[in-house]
């Protein structure tokens, strides 16, 4: 069964992060503390941690570090993660993908792929108000030109 629990505990960010050195257990205690953690357990064994960090402005960069061991549960880690994007306080949410999972799990949260980098690829999540997506969509919606003969009300 997977658990996730928020925020995540600073021994398991360290333990999946790798944290070595003295200045990625900075890096991994700064991300804890200014940001938002989750850890991920099945059966309570630690899979994954994924995090969010405010960057500039409204914006924020996610990050995540999944072992093999999450293994037929991504769909469902997908989903809370979808889910928690769409009603939390993220307006806008940036990651960098290093590796073909990490485009495929950004695709699959409704990333969009916005330019290449030094170390990959950048891609970009934006939440629309309801007043921006009607904006959005008007432009590009087709004008109807004939009645819906459909049966179905």
């Given at each position: 069964m997977l658990q996730i629990e928020t925020p995540a505990n600073l021994v398991d960010m360290a333990e999946l992060s790798g944290a070595m050195s003295r200045v990625h257990w900075a890096i991994?205690?700064?991300m804890w503390r200014g940001g938002d953690t989750w850890a991920i357990r099945i059966d309570g064994d630690l899979v994954a941690l994924i995090g969010l960090y405010p960057v500039i402005g409204e914006a924020w960069e996610a990050w995540f570090n999944l072992t093999p061991r999450i293994g037929g549960h991504l769909p469902?880690?997908?989903?809370a993660?979808?889910?928690t994007?769409?009603?939390g306080k993220y307006r806008e949410i940036v990651t960098v993908c290093t590796t073909r999972a990490?485009?495929?799990m950004a695709r699959r949260m409704g990333f969009s792929f916005a330019e290449p980098c030094d170390f990959g690829e950048i891609w970009k999540w934006r939440q629309f108000s309801a007043v921006e997506s009607a904006t959005i969509a008007a432009p590009n919606s087709p004008k109807r030109t004939q009645k819906n003969s459909s049966?179905?009300?």
């Open positions: 991994v205690r700064e469902e880690l997908l989903s993660m979808r889910l994007v769409q009603a990490g485009k495929v049966g179905a009300v």
